[in-house]
């Protein structure tokens, strides 16, 4: 959602700012200090949050007995810093520690979620550029015609709807009343654990097991979410395409390129969109990246069982383990893109270069 | 129209259009007429700014324009659909949901504009300084404003308001907190550009104090772009403010708030699906509008992207 | 150009459109499946198992030595202890165990397999532990095992003998553990509690075959059962956390059971021909709490005048339509104990409320703050409570949060009013009274935090101790009713714990389940049939 918008001038930014990354040593630096800093901040507003993960562990019914005595377990009774120290140590020898809510180590649960995440990221990000480049690109090549304001006006309200809502309406029309699409969930019940899990993709592995049921039964749960988390960052590609397009468009090889009697098919497709190419798979990157948080309330909505809804239930009661491990998984996530955005585009911007 | 009123319509054309303005106050109205005429230029930008004024109009008038109070519960009318004692039907408590809806625009205009009050200038100073004073200062604004900007924008709302506890003005601080980082780095990356600039060069070498550089000749050159930031960031914030209150964070009940109403509304999703549609919509509707207003503001001082 | 940019757009989300396509099948006859939210499941180690929904599974898995009956909560049968009795005073228990019964291992289950599990219980101090000092069960010398089949257990506290079996139905308390198989897994000390989060090593009539987090739990069936094998040999829980979705699985035949109802699908449901409802009333109270520290709230007066804010009738009508009872009294009805229905003395009465707040000198109102959950029906509850306040002034801020969040405040007593559900232990008046009418000391360092007396900083009178203290002891049927009675319209003239409803439990069942027991306090799943 928000992630989204954001983005844009994230990269700007960056690119106006070479000497920061220059030194290869002060960038890696710089990178350490921000996940530092995020895990910080993550930790200290966790522990200041009013969710009380030992009367989540202890429930209603305890006695003040056990209440300390859990509290102790949790290493809750440390002073803050102390806890934090021990929490850096234990991240540091890669050992997230067990998420209160689930029983199980966090790293266990994360190879769990995750990939369903990154199945449906994956099958919004095909929709989200299959539909948005070809959009953008007409917009640039429409400049100020109708087909220009229709795509923004279809980007604009992909910035501007409430996605859990389009995904209470979307249920509600394709699944209660046409019952086109499956409903919450990725895979109907009977064919929970039907196939053998390879890559944790349920699309690839019934796929690769053979079993079209179930890969019929996965598609069909997926595609609803996928359509409104693909129609989000299409908003986006579209609106990025547009830009390079115009960019390249009234670049002075393409007046002399039409004047030398190229068709102007040949001329969008052939010069212009090759040379943006780059500068789109950047965008869609970005917008992949960005599919990791904007799944949050998409996850749910159709209870997808994955690391949106993860992280927000951890948030919820307090589990700062899981919290913690998200959050700095999320800010790799961010700062690895940030990374690539800045290589690719000292590489390709030849005033940075 | 008369003759003579033409000819003063035209005589104040000319005045905003004239080449050399004669005062400060002429160049200022200048510049904002010529920036109306390309921002009229956009018709999707018109729409934006006709729905804003229309919303913030019902906002203002919502006594006289709801039907019935926002708050009456009549346990014995509850989840009527919508007729012509009530428009959209009643909710759960058998309040008027038109009128929630109505007077829910005051809510969420609230929430907008108190956090455009604050992100704006605290993003600005940041970026400004940050920008102007460069080195140590620099590395330390810009760190902490990347560290922010890490953090997925809900899930930082969502855990400032929860330590804050949940209430409307704690949602406005929340969601203030979480959107200034985006300020502060474009008005950085602006103020970089500024400060080489032979302009400030001059200020700076007939004596003028850093803060008075800052304050009086580089944050009034970045407030253009800031400002079409805001307004594009207020679309993100009604959703993230809409967001919170589906999730119970937000304004508490009995306020009546389309994210909080939309959460209701859930529970009710399959026989009174238009309970859930509503306010929906009435979010997207003010969404799109400061979408579509600041798109426009985009284009108008920057019409190469 | 304009029409192959379109035609280019489209192909991709054809070739997904393609995946859509209609098959629909019943669920296998041997097959339960529901649907429930198991977005948390913190653990299912019976010496810390706390929630809800992961218990009733447990209990599947975790026979206790004596059982209630499916049918009536208040008769105590057998379970895997065969016959059971108790010395003269009442408080030295003998059970006698079945024999043959295995562990999902192969191991036999014996009297040292509950005896370890309760030791062990002890010696974690989780919250079966709390559960076991309310029994006056605190020490692992408590428990003998003359033989392998024979358990003996001393509790240290004074009870009517009609009381304390209530104590082992309890599967947190008196349910069989594979120590062994256990205590392979153990790490760092910590008696198995690691492995049991997420695994089950019990005796019951079910074992655990997969359990996922926020995605399914599959049981199956143990064909060694005493009572002989469950029908249906696969209960598959599936993670769905909306009740419409939930709903909507039921009503297209993917599932048996949807086990969360909202009170706003239940008329539409209940009239669909394909859907079977079986409704029982709760082990629960729904009650308005009243800080005694506030110096306003403590106001005898005050406290009265709240009791005819709340519109008991028209909420039960509307918002509780057909989930909820009205129950003002703290025993739950089908209780031993409770008093006769009906007998609920107030309603919505908003100028007596007026009168009694100026008599009170607060003629002009005040303003408090109300929490309460964020789920059903508690901010419909609240806000109708709101309303009816204001009309006499009394402006209330409602503030909903989380039910962890809501603990907390109720063990830190830091709140001014709150609105709540408390869920009893056990379907005997003991149990209500000791909650609700017992405060063992009013102290903020005794941290009395089990007793809702104690939460709202209410410290009854020597009566009330008196009281409880007598019908516990009381053998005689006739005389405890007759002081349950007394206690409870005491309890309902002076408490500043407001009792306002007791739920009901609908179950929401497709047509082709025959059978599915439920009392009010557990649900049997090994006695499920379907056509």
């Known amino acids: 959602m928000s992630s989204l918008t954001d983005l844009a001038p994230r990269r700007n930014t960056r690119l106006r700012l070479p000497r920061w990354a220059a030194p290869a040593l002060r960038g890696g630096l710089s990178v350490a200090l921000t996940l530092l800093g995020l895990l910080a901040l993550t930790f200290f507003i966790g522990r200041v949050l009013p969710f009380d993960p030992i009367a989540a562990v202890v429930g209603e019914k305890a006695d003040a007995s056990v209440y300390e005595n859990v509290r102790t377990k949790l290493g809750l009774d440390q002073p803050l810093y102390i806890q934090f120290v021990m929490f850096l140590r234990d991240m540091l020898s890669g050992n997230f520690g067990r998420a209160i809510f689930t029983g199980n180590p966090v790293a266990d649960d994360l190879r769990h979620v995750i990939p369903a995440t990154v199945e449906l990221a994956t099958v919004a990000i095909v929709i989200g550029s299959g539909l948005g480049i070809p959009f953008g690109v007409a917009a640039a090549v429409y400049r100020g015609k109708p087909i220009d304001h229709a795509v923004r006006l279809l980007s604009l309200i992909g910035h501007s709807v409430p996605i859990f809502w389009l995904g209470l309406m979307g249920l509600i029309v394709f699944y209660a009343w046409l019952g086109w699409v499956g409903g919450s969930g990725r895979v109907d019940i009977f064919y929970l654990d039907a196939v053998p899990k390879r890559t944790g993709l349920l699309l690839v592995d019934s796929a690769l097991a053979g079993d079209w049921d179930v890969f019929v039964s996965a598609a069909r749960h997926i595609i609803l979410p996928a359509l409104l988390l693909g129609y989000s960052s299409m908003a986006y590609i579209s609106r990025m395409t547009r830009s390079f397009m115009l960019d390249q468009l009234s670049q002075e090889y393409v007046t002399t390129a039409r004047v030398k009697g190229l068709s102007r098919r040949r001329v969008v497709w052939g010069h212009a969109f090759r040379n943006v190419l780059v500068q789109l798979a950047t965008v869609i990157a970005i917008s992949y990246g960005g599919l990791l948080e904007g799944a949050v309330l998409t996850e749910t909505v159709f209870a997808w069982p994955g690391f949106g809804q993860y992280l927000t239930t951890a948030l919820m009661i307090g589990d700062m383990n899981a919290v913690l491990a998200c959050t700095l998984i999320v800010g790799l996530v961010f700062i690895c893109l940030n990374l690539i955005t800045d290589l690719l585009y000292r590489f390709l911007d030849p005033r940075t270069r | ?305 | 150009m304009l029409r192959r940019l379109t035609r280019a757009a489209l192909a991709g989300s054809f070739l997904l459109g393609l995946a859509v396509a209609p098959g629909q099948a019943a669920t296998p006859k041997d097959v339960f499946v529901m649907a429930s939210d198991l977005t948390t499941f913190i653990t299912f180690d019976p010496a810390a198992a706390n929630e809800s929904f992961p218990n009733e599974l447990l209990r599947q898995m975790c026979t206790p030595l004596l059982s209630l009956d499916h049918k009536d909560p208040s008769k105590v049968v057998a379970g895997i202890a065969e016959t059971w009795s108790s010395s003269p005073d009442g408080k030295t228990w003998t059970f006698s165990l079945r024999r043959g019964m295995v562990f999902p291992s192969g191991n036999p289950v014996t009297s040292s397999s509950i005896a370890w599990a309760m030791r062990r219980s002890i010696k974690l101090n989780l919250v079966s532990a709390s559960l076991m000092r309310d029994w006056g069960l605190t020490s692992q010398d408590q428990i003998a095992t003359p033989d392998d089949h024979t358990l003996v257990i001393t509790l240290a506290k004074d009870l009517a003998p009609s009381v304390t079996p209530f104590a082992f139905t309890n599967h947190r308390m008196g349910s069989a553990l594979d120590r062994d198989t256990i205590m392979a897994r153990e790490k760092d000390g910590d008696l198995g509690a690691g492995w049991l989060n997420t695994n089950v090593a019990c005796y019951g009539p079910y074992r655990l075959n997969t359990l996922r987090a926020q995605e399914v739990a599959i049981l199956e069936a143990n064909p060694t059962y005493w009572k002989g094998a469950p029908a249906m040999k696969r209960i598959i829980v599936r993670h769905v956390p909306e009740p419409g979705a939930q709903r909507l699985l039921l009503e297209k035949n993917d599932i048996d059971y949807a086990k969360s109802v909202e009170a706003s699908s239940l008329a539409a449901m209940v009239a669909n021909p394909e859907l079977r409802f079986q409704f029982q009333p709760r082990l629960d109270s729904v009650y308005l709490a009243l800080n005694q520290k506030d110096p306003i709230l403590s106001n005898p007066k005050v406290i009265e005048a709240f009791r005819y804010l709340i519109d008991y009738q028209g909420l039960r009508e509307t918002v509780q339509k057909g989930r909820a009872e009205i129950r003002q009294s703290f025993v739950p009805a089908g209780v031993f104990g409770a008093l006769p229905k009906g007998e609920d003395p107030y309603r919505l009465d908003i100028a007596k409320a007026k009168a009694l707040l100026t008599e009170a000198g607060y003629g002009d109102g005040f303003k408090k703050t109300v929490l309460t959950m964020t789920n059903y029906p508690f901010p419909d509850l609240a806000q109708n409570f709101q309303q009816n306040a204001a009309k006499v002034g009394v402006t209330l801020d409602i503030r909903t949060m989380a039910t962890a969040q809501l603990y907390t405040l109720m063990r830190s007593r830091d709140f001014q009013m709150l609105m709540a559900v408390y869920d009893y232990d056990y379907p005997d008046a003991n149990d209500m009274a000791l909650r609700m009418a017992y405060n063992p000391d009013n102290s903020d360092a005794a941290k009395a935090t089990n007793f809702l007396a104690w939460r709202a900083a209410w410290a009854p009178d020597a009566w009330f101790k008196q009281q409880v203290e007598a019908a516990q002891l009381e053998r005689d049927p006739a005389k405890r009713t007759a002081l349950y009675a007394e206690l409870q319209r005491r309890h309902m003239r002076e408490s500043p714990i407001i009792g306002i409803f007791q739920r009901l439990g609908a179950m929401a069942l497709h047509k082709r389940v025959k059978r599915f027991e439920y009392n009010g306090a557990e649900l049997f799943y090994d006695t499920i049939e379907k056509e």
């Open chain 2, 1 to 305: 129209m008369t003759a003579h009123s033409f000819e003063r319509n035209a005589s104040l054309r000319s005045w905003l259009l004239v080449e050399a303005p004669q005062s400060g106050f002429q160049a200022w109205m200048q510049s904002f007429y010529l920036a109306w005429l390309r921002l009229a230029a956009n018709p999707l930008a018109v729409i934006g700014v006709v729905v804003l004024l229309g919303i913030g109009l019902v906002a203002l008038m919502a006594p006289w324009i709801a039907t019935h109070s926002p708050f009456d519960q009549v346990l014995a009318d509850r989840l009527q659909r919508p007729s012509a004692a009530h428009w959209l039907g009643t909710d759960e408590l058998g309040r008027d949901v038109f009128s929630r809806i109505v007077y829910g625009a005051r809510t969420t205009l609230y929430i907008v504009g108190l956090v455009a009050v604050i992100v704006g200038p605290i993003g600005l100073c940041i970026g400004a300084t940050a920008g102007y004073l460069g080195g140590w200062v620099e590395a330390v604004l810009m760190r902490i404003t990347d560290i922010f900007l890490s953090f997925p924008s809900l899930i930082l709302a969502l855990a400032f308001v929860s330590a804050l506890g949940p209430s409307l003005d704690n949602a406005i601080i929340a969601i203030a907190l979480s959107s200034w980082p985006g300020i502060a780095r474009l008005a950085r990356a602006e103020t970089l550009t500024i400060r080489s600039s032979d302009y400030v060069d001059a200020v700076r070498v007939m004596g003028a104090s850093t803060p008075r550089i800052i304050f009086k000749h580089v944050m009034p050159m970045c407030l253009p772009s800031v400002v079409v930031r805001v307004t594009l960031s207020m679309a993100s914030v009604a959703l993230t403010a809409a967001g919170l209150g589906f999730l119970g964070l937000g304004a508490q009940p009995p306020t009546p708030e389309w994210g909080a109403m939309l959460s209701t509304a859930r529970q009710y999703l399959l026989e009174h699906w238009y309970l859930a549609a509503m306010p929906g919509l009435a979010i997207l509707t003010v969404s799109l509008a400061f979408n579509l207003f600041g798109d426009g503001l985009r284009d108008m001082l920057n019409p190469r992207s």
